[in-house]
């Protein structure tokens, strides 16, 4: 995607970055609105207090709202990996969508290209391990659902964004300490409750078994991801 294709609609939600903290995390999210001109709206308000770097519309249309260099407010409240301001480190991507409140819904193939593209550009930009491209439900398992279990997270890992256990381990038992250890070195918050955080997980990687609950084949994926 060319610069010429970003449609620059700052917001004022922003600000510096601490001293030494570059970009080394990419957190996606979906709006949870019903339209792009709300979600504009919203991210442009400085009452609002939220904003992310782009928002990508569903027709793949790509809005630039915070300058990549600049601590966008897209994460709240939120944990990886004993990182606990996710805002200083952290590019964010809204991705226009109704989300669980308004109608959730599958991403455009148009939505899903612009969004590879950028973060392909990204990718060049910053250095961002594949182990911290998220979903705004890895980094805060308690309070949010986004991307959600519609996303598609196998088409961004085929381009080389992201990180998806290639061999998955067999199927096996786990029980809760082993789990939430795995869980922990994965990345996800230690002190989160622990079907919050395999929720999370199932929607990042097992999107048709959404339930909080263990079984043999969410066992052998948070194995091979923690392997």
Same mark, same amino acid.
């Given at each position: 995607?060319?610069?010429?294709?970003?449609?620059?609609?700052? +917001?004022?939600?922003?600000?510096?970055?601490?001293?030494?903290?570059?970009?080394?995390?990419?957190?996606?999210? @979906?709006?949870? %609105?019903?339209?792009?001109?709300?979600?504009?709206?919203?991210?442009?308000? #400085?009452?609002?207090?939220?904003? !992310?770097? @782009?928002?990508?519309?569903?027709?793949?249309?790509?809005?630039?709202?915070?300058?990549?260099?600049?601590?966008?407010?897209? !994460?709240?409240? +939120?944990?990886?990996?004993?990182?606990?301001?996710?805002?200083? =480190?952290?590019?964010?991507?809204?991705? $226009?969508?109704?989300?669980?409140?308004?109608? @959730?819904?599958?991403?455009?193939?148009?939505?899903?290209?612009?969004?590879?593209?950028? =973060?392909? $550009? &990204?990718?060049? /930009?910053?250095?961002?391990?594949?182990? /911290?491209?998220?979903?705004?439900?890895?980094?805060? #398992? +308690?309070?949010?659902?986004?991307?959600?279990?519609?996303?598609?997270? /196998?088409?961004?890992?085929?381009?080389?964004?992201?990180?998806?256990?290639?061999?998955?381990?067999?199927?096996?038992? %786990?029980?809760?300490?082993?789990?939430?250890?795995?869980?922990?070195? &994965?990345? @996800?918050?230690?002190?989160?409750?622990?079907?919050?955080?395999?929720?999370?997980?199932?929607?990042?990687?097992?999107?048709?078994?959404?339930?909080?609950?263990?079984?043999?084949?969410?066992?052998?994926?948070?194995?091979?991801?923690?392997?």
């Amino acid at each position: 995607m060319t610069p010429s294709q970003i449609i620059d609609h700052q +917001s004022p939600n922003f600000d510096d970055r601490p001293a030494g903290k570059d970009p080394d995390m990419l957190i996606l999210h @979906y709006t949870g %609105m019903k339209t792009a001109e709300e979600s504009l709206a919203r991210l442009r308000d #400085p009452v609002a207090k939220v904003s !992310a770097h @782009y928002l990508i519309d569903e027709d793949g249309a790509l809005y630039r709202l915070v300058d990549e260099a600049r601590r966008a407010w897209h !994460a709240g409240v +939120s944990h990886w990996a004993a990182e606990t301001d996710i805002n200083s =480190c952290s590019l964010g991507i809204e991705l $226009q969508n109704p989300g669980h409140e308004f109608g @959730y819904s599958a991403f455009p193939d148009a939505q899903m290209t612009a969004l590879t593209d950028l =973060c392909g $550009q &990204i990718l060049s /930009r910053h250095a961002i391990p594949a182990g /911290r491209i998220l979903g705004h439900s890895d980094v805060a #398992p +308690s309070r949010k659902k986004d991307p959600g279990e519609l996303f598609d997270w /196998r088409r961004l890992a085929a381009a080389g964004i992201g990180r998806l256990p290639r061999n998955p381990a067999s199927p096996a038992k %786990m029980d809760d300490q082993e789990a939430r250890a795995a869980l922990t070195a &994965i990345g @996800y918050d230690p002190g989160a409750p622990l079907a919050d955080i395999l929720t999370a997980f199932q929607r990042h990687y097992r999107q048709t078994k959404i339930d909080g609950q263990f079984d043999a084949g969410t066992a052998g994926l948070i194995r091979a991801l923690a392997g």
